[in-house]
C-alpha cells in the first residue's frame, strides 16, 4: 500500500518536475534549460569526503590539508560543469522510422550532431523506465566527437499493431569523473507503423475466377504486351531496361515498364469483407497480411479491399506498403492515424 | 627511461580493465610512497607487496585471491600495526591501518563503486601526510597525486573510445587548472575556524627538541647541531645588528651544583607581580612566526614591552621577562612585538628578593665558591664582574661544542680543569663565581643571533643559535646583561656559532666541509640559491600554512576596504554582465552547417536564373534543374550536391563521413 502510494507520488513528482512536454519535430537543440544535473552517489560520497577532510584539517590545523580540501571541493565544482558542458548544446534529430511487423522490434534511430568544438565522450541513451517500473530497452553509450554526428538506434517492443509513438528519449552523462548525473528528456516526434503480425499457418489465396490455379504457384502474367511509361510502384523486375538503356534521362527520357496482359485472369482479389465475419478482426487482419506477403514474394498482382479503401490490383513495394499500412491502421481512431505520416 | 617507455607503450595496447587497474595501482603507490618516510619498514614493504601482487594478478590474467586468504592477512596486518604501537587508537596506527586497508582493497575490487573506494580512501590518506610534513616539496607531490586520482577517475568513465592516456592527463591536468583558482579563492574567503574542533590524541603532535626549562652541560650544545627553525622575525625597519641580537627566553635561578632550574613556580614573597621596567630609545617593532615546538615559551628582543596579544591563547609576562603562552604553541604561530634595547630593568638601590638570586648548593663546587669569596674584596660589584670576564679572556679557555665530560663539582672541574666550554658552561660558571662573590645572578637562555635573509629580508633563528647568558643585579643599574662566552669567543657573539668553531671535516674527509658548508660564505650561488628557497619557504608559511583566523580577518578587511567602493563594485558587476552575455551569445544556436550550405546553393542558383519555388523539396528542384541550362559538369555537380542534402535530411542513418567537406567541394563546381 504505502509502496504503490510512493510510487504514484514518485510518478507525479517526475511528471511535474521533468514535464513529459508535447512531441518534438525536426532538429532539437540542447539548451542549458533543458539539462537536469543532480550529485549521484559516488557524489554524495564525495561531498562526505570534502567534510571529513575539512574537519580534519580545521582540527589538525593542516594548512596543506586546507588547501587540498578547497581543491577537491573546486574539482567536484568544475566537474559540475564539465558534466553539464559534455551534454548541454547538443543537437538530436530522429530518423524516419521503417516499419515493422507486431512482434518484432521497431529501431528507433536517433542522431545525436556535435557542433561544438569539444569531444563529448561517454553519452547513455535509453528510453528511461517509465512510471509503471518496466524498463524498455537496452541503453547504448555512445561518443560524438567534436563536429560529427553519431547515430544510435534504439530497440522498441512493437506488440501491438497500430501506431507506435516512441517514448521519451533519455540521454544521461557522468563523464568526466562520475561525480553528477547531468541528464536530458527528448521526445522525438517518431513513429513507427506496426503491421499486423502476419498469420502463423497460412491459409490459401485466394484466386478471383480461378481458385484451382493455386498449384501453378509461377509467374502466370508472362504474356509480354508491350512497353508503358515508367509509374511508380512498377516492380523493378518488370522495367524495360533495354528500352531505359538507349534513352538518355538527362535529355528527358523516361523510365519505361513492360506491360503484361493474361496476368489479369490470375488477379487475386484480398478482399477483407469476403472473409467470414465469425473470424475475430485482428484473424482476419493477420491473415490479409500473410496473404499480401505471399502475393508480393509470388509477384502476383493483388487488388485489395479494406474497409472503405479499393485498391486496383497491383503489385510491388509501394503496393505492399499501402495495403500492410492500411491494415496497420484498420479500425483504429483517427487522431491516432492522423499522428503516422 | 626507455623501458618505461617501452612499458607505457605495453600499457596503451593492452586492454582497458588492465591499463586502468595499472593506473588505479600507480597512482595509489603515488599516494603512498611519502607515508613510507613515517610507517615502519614492514608495513611499507608489506604494501609494496601487495600493489605488486595486484599487479602480477592483472598483467598475467589471473585470478584475484579468494577472500579466504585476503581476509586472515589483513587481519595479520592489522595485528602487527597493534604489536608496532601497542594501540591502535592515535594518529600514527591509525593512518598505518589506512595504508594497509587501502592496500588490501586492490585484491578485492569488484565492482566500479570499489574504485570511488579507493580513489577516496586516497585522497584522504593525502591529507594524513600532512600530519608528518607540510613542506612546498611535499604540496608538489600532492598535486601530482591528485593529477594521477583525477586521470584514474576520468580514466574508468570513458564508455566507448579511450583517448591514449598522454590525452587524459592532459584533461584531468585542465581540471586541475579550472580547479585551482577557485581553489585559491576558497582558500582565502572560506570562513576559518580555530581549531582543534575536539581534544586531539596526545601523539597528535610530536614534540620537538627545543630550549628545555633546566639547563646542564651538554643541553645547550647538543642544540647547536640543529639546524631547525626556532623562529623567524620581520622587523619594521632595520634589522639590529648581530651582537645586540638577544632572543630571551627562559631565566634560570636555582643551582643544584649541577643543573640549572627555574626558581619555585609560585613567586616568593616581596617579588613584585610585574617586572620594573624603564624603556628608552627607539622602540623596534616586528613580527615573529614562531615554529611549533610544542613549547609554551615565547621569544622576544631583550627587551620586550609587554606580552604580545594571541586572541586565544593569552600569553603574560613573568616578574624575570619570561613570554609564555597559557597553551603549548603546537601550530605556527605569528605575533607582533615591541622591545627596547635600551633599559634598566629593576633599577633602584634594593632587591626586594636578593635570596633567590644569590641561591648555591652547600657544599658543592667548593673551589668556585672560595673564588668567588675571594672577589669580595673588591668593593664593587661592577669590578667583580669585570674580574671574572677578564679571567675568562685571559687564561686559556676554549670555546667548544665537544667539551669533555664533567663529573661531580663540574664548575669546579670546569674552571680549574678542563677549561673548555659551551656557552652554558660559561653562564653557569659566572653565575656561580658572581654569587659567591655576593652579585645576585641568574642565568638567561635563549637565542643569540640568526640569518638575515637578503631576499626576503626575514631574520631566521635556528636550534644552532641557541645561548646562555647571564645577569647580573647591580645597584642602581638594576639586571645588567653579561654575556660571558663574548669575552672568550667574540666572534660568536659577532657573527655565528659556525665562525666561532672551526667547521668539523663531514664523514672525516678534510676539504668536503668547504663544499658543503657553504652557510657562512653569502655571495656564492649556493648560498643565494639557499636564501631563495628559504624565503620561499618562509612565504609559504607565512600564508599557506600559517593562515589563521586572524590573518584571514585582516585580509579580508584590507580587501574590503581596497576593493569593494561603489566604484568597484559597479565595474565588478558590469564586467560580469558583460562576460554573461558574451557566453549567452557564444553558445547561441548555430546552425546546421549542411543547411547553410543548402541555402548557399539555392542563392547562387537564383543568382544563375533558376531559384527554388518555395513549394520545392530538394528532389523536385533537382529534377526541374535536370533541364536547365547549364554546362554538364555543373549539372553532375548540383546533382550530386543535392542527392547528398535529401540523404542527410530525409534518408536513414548517420550522415556520411566527410559529407561537409564534400558537399562543400560540390558546391564549389557550382559556379
Known amino acids: 500500500m504505502a509502496g504503490s502510494l510512493m510510487k504514484g507520488a514518485r510518478a507525479r513528482a517526475q511528471s511535474w518536475l521533468f514535464r513529459p512536454g508535447k512531441l518534438e519535430a525536426g532538429e532539437v537543440f540542447l539548451h542549458r534549460r533543458r539539462i537536469y544535473i543532480l550529485p549521484n552517489k559516488a557524489g554524495v560520497a564525495f561531498a562526505l569526503l570534502l567534510l571529513v577532510l575539512l574537519i580534519g584539517s580545521i582540527n589538525y590545523t593542516l594548512g596543506l590539508g586546507f588547501g587540498l580540501t578547497f581543491l577537491a571541493g573546486a574539482i567536484g565544482v568544475v566537474d559540475m560543469v564539465l558534466t553539464y558542458r559534455n551534454l548541454a548544446h547538443l543537437y538530436l534529430r530522429s ?5 515493422v511487423f507486431a512482434g518484432e522490434e521497431a529501431r528507433v534511430e536517433l542522431l545525436v550532431t556535435n557542433r561544438s568544438r569539444r569531444d563529448r565522450f561517454a553519452l547513455r541513451v535509453d ?23 553519431s547515430a544510435v538506434r534504439l530497440a522498441l517492443a512493437a506488440d501491438k499493431r497500430g501506431v507506435l509513438q516512441a517514448p521519451r528519449v533519455r540521454i544521461l552523462t557522468r563523464f568526466p569523473l562520475g561525480l553528477f548525473t547531468s541528464w536530458c528528456y527528448w521526445a522525438p516526434d517518431a513513429q513507427v507503423i506496426v503491421y499486423p503480425a502476419p498469420e502463423a499457418v497460412p491459409a490459401p489465396l485466394p484466386m478471383a475466377g480461378r481458385p484451382g490455379d493455386l498449384a501453378g504457384g509461377g509467374p502466370g502474367n508472362d504474356d509480354f504486351a508491350g512497353i508503358r511509361n515508367y509509374q511508380p510502384g512498377d516492380p523493378l523486375r518488370h522495367m524495360a531496361w533495354r528500352q531505359i538503356a538507349r534513352l538518355d534521362l538527362k535529355l528527358g527520357g523516361t523510365l519505361a515498364t513492360k506491360q503484361f496482359e493474361g496476368g489479369a485472369r490470375h488477379d487475386v482479389v484480398l478482399d477483407f469483407h469476403q472473409l467470414p465475419a465469425s473470424l475475430d478482426v485482428e484473424l482476419r487482419l493477420a ?14 498482382p493483388y487488388a485489395f479491399r479494406l474497409g472503405a479503401l479499393s485498391l486496383a490490383a497491383g503489385n510491388g513495394p509501394a503496393h505492399q506498403a499501402t495495403c500492410l499500412r492500411a491494415l496497420a491502421l484498420f479500425g483504429l481512431p483517427p487522431s491516432t492515424q492522423g499522428a503516422a505520416r | 627511461m626507455t623501458g618505461l617507455r617501452a612499458l607505457l607503450r605495453g600499457v596503451s595496447v593492452m ?17 603512498l610512497i611519502p607515508h613510507s618516510l613515517h610507517l615502519p619498514v614492514w608495513v611499507s614493504l608489506l604494501c609494496l607487496a601487495t600493489l605488486s601482487w595486484r599487479a602480477l594478478i592483472t598483467l598475467g590474467g589471473r585470478r ?9 592477512l589483513a587481519g595479520a596486518a592489522m595485528l602487527g600495526v597493534l604489536q608496532t604501537y601497542h594501540t591502535i587508537l592515535g594518529k600514527d596506527p591509525g593512518v598505518a591501518m589506512l595504508v594497509m586497508l587501502v592496500a588490501f582493497k586492490m585484491l578485492e575490487m569488484h ?75 576558497m582558500f582565502v574567503v572560506f570562513p576559518r575556524v580555530q581549531g582543534p574542533l575536539w581534544g586531539m590524541p596526545s601523539d597528535a603532535r610530536a614534540s620537538r627538541t627545543g630550549l628545555s626549562d633546566d639547563m646542564s652541560p651538554g643541553n645547550v650544545s647538543s642544540l647547536a647541531q640543529s639546524e631547525a627553525v626556532v623562529f623567524r622575525a620581520h622587523f ?61 615559551w615565547l621569544y622576544a628582543l631583550d627587551m620586550p614591552r609587554r606580552a604580545p596579544d594571541l586572541g586565544a591563547n593569552p600569553a603574560r609576562m613573568s616578574p624575570e621577562v619570561e613570554l609564555s603562552s597559557a597553551a603549548a604553541v603546537d601550530m605556527r604561530l605569528r ?84 677549561r673548555a666550554g659551551f656557552c652554558e658552561h660559561y653562564s653557569s660558571a659566572f653565575v656561580v663565581l658572581m654569587r659567591a662573590a655576593g652579585v645576585p645572578a641568574r642565568v638567561v637562555t635563549g637565542y643569540q643571533g640568526g640569518e638575515t635573509n637578503p631576499v626576503d629580508g626575514y631574520l631566521t633563528v635556528r636550534q644552532s643559535d641557541a645561548h646562555a647568558w647571564a645577569e647580573v643585579w647591580l645597584s642602581q643599574r638594576g639586571w645588567v646583561r653579561v654575556d660571558p662566552t663574548a669575552a672568550v669567543a667574540p666572534e660568536r657573539i659577532q657573527r655565528s656559532l659556525a665562525s666561532a668553531i672551526p667547521p668539523r671535516a663531514p664523514f672525516g674527509i678534510d676539504g668536503l666541509g668547504e663544499l658543503i658548508n657553504f652557510s657562512t660564505n653569502r655571495d656564492g650561488w649556493l648560498a643565494q640559491l639557499r636564501y631563495h628557497l628559504s624565503a620561499v619557504n618562509n612565504g609559504w608559511n607565512q600564508w599557506v600554512l600559517n593562515y589563521t583566523p586572524d590573518r584571514q580577518r585582516n585580509l579580508v578587511r584590507s580587501l574590503t576596504t581596497g576593493l569593494f567602493n561603489w566604484r568597484s563594485a559597479g565595474l565588478l558587476a558590469a564586467s560580469a554582465l558583460l562576460l554573461w552575455s558574451a557566453y549567452l551569445l557564444r553558445v547561441r544556436r548555430r546552425s546546421d552547417p549542411i543547411d547553410a550550405l543548402y541555402s548557399a546553393l539555392c542563392k547562387r542558383l537564383a543568382q544563375q536564373g533558376a531559384p527554388r519555388r518555395l513549394d520545392e523539396g530538394p528532389t523536385a528542384y533537382a529534377a526541374r534543374l535536370a533541364s536547365a541550362n547549364f554546362p554538364p559538369a555543373r549539372h553532375q555537380a548540383i546533382a550530386a550536391f543535392l542527392r547528398h542534402y535529401s540523404a542527410y535530411r530525409y534518408g536513414p542513418g548517420a550522415p556520411a563521413p566527410h559529407l561537409y567537406t564534400t558537399m562543400k567541394s560540390l558546391l564549389a563546381q557550382c559556379r
Open chain 1, 95 to 99: 530518423t524516419r522510422v521503417p516499419d
Open chain 2, 236 to 296: 619594521n625597519g632595520a634589522t639590529p645588528e648581530q651582537p645586540r641580537l638577544y632572543w630571551r627566553a627562559i631565566v634560570l635561578g636555582h643551582f643544584d651544583g649541577r643543573t640549572w632550574t627555574r626558581t619555585a613556580a609560585g613567586t616568593p614573597n616581596g617579588s613584585p607581580g610585574a617586572p620594573v621596567l624603564a624603556l628608552r630609545g627607539p622602540a623596534l617593532h616586528y613580527d615573529i612566526t614562531l615554529e611549533p615546538l610544542n613549547t609554551r
Open chain 2, 111 to 185: 565492482a566500479r563503486r570499489d574504485l570511488f573506494v579507493v580513489v577516496f580512501l586516497c585522497f584522504f590518506l593525502t591529507l594524513t601526510n600532512f600530519f608528518y610534513s607540510q613542506t612546498i616539496g611535499m604540496g608538489l607531490m600532492t598535486g601530482l597525486a591528485v593529477l594521477a586520482l583525477l586521470t584514474t577517475q576520468l580514466s574508468f568513465q570513458y564508455a566507448g573510445r579511450v583517448p591514449p592516456l598522454r590525452r587524459r592527463v592532459g584533461t584531468a591536468a585542465m581540471v586541475l587548472a579550472l580547479a585551482a583558482p577557485l581553489a585559491l579563492v
Open chain 2, 64 to 72: 584475484m585471491p579468494s577472500s579466504i586468504l585476503v581476509l586472515p
Open chain 2, 15 to 31: 586492454s582497458r580493465d588492465k591499463s586502468d587497474t595499472l593506473l588505479l595501482l600507480g597512482s595509489t603507490l603515488l599516494v
Open chain 1, 127 to 149: 528510453f528511461p523506465t517509465s512510471a509503471a517500473g518496466k524498463s524498455q530497452g537496452i541503453a547504448h553509450t555512445i561518443d560524438v566527437p567534436a563536429g560529427e554526428s
Open chain 2, 335 to 418: 605575533y607582533d612585538a615591541v622591545s627596547y634595547l635600551d633599559y634598566t630593568y629593576q633599577g633602584g638601590t634594593d632587591l626586594p628578593d636578593a635570596a633567590r638570586w644569590l641561591q648555591l648548593p652547600p657544599g658543592a663546587n667548593p673551589r668556585t665558591l672560595a673564588a668567588g669569596q675571594a672577589l669580595v674584596q673588591q668593593g664593587d660589584p661592577l669590578a667583580r664582574v669585570q674580574t671574572v670576564l677578564r679571567r675568562f679572556r685571559s687564561e686559556p679557555f676554549v670555546y667548544t661544542l665537544e667539551p669533555p665530560l664533567l663529573g661531580a663539582n663540574p664548575v669546579d672541574q670546569f674552571l680549574f680543569g678542563t
Open chain 1, 287 to 300: 491473415r490479409m497480411t500473410r496473404w499480401v506477403l505471399e502475393a508480393e514474394r509470388r509477384a502476383l
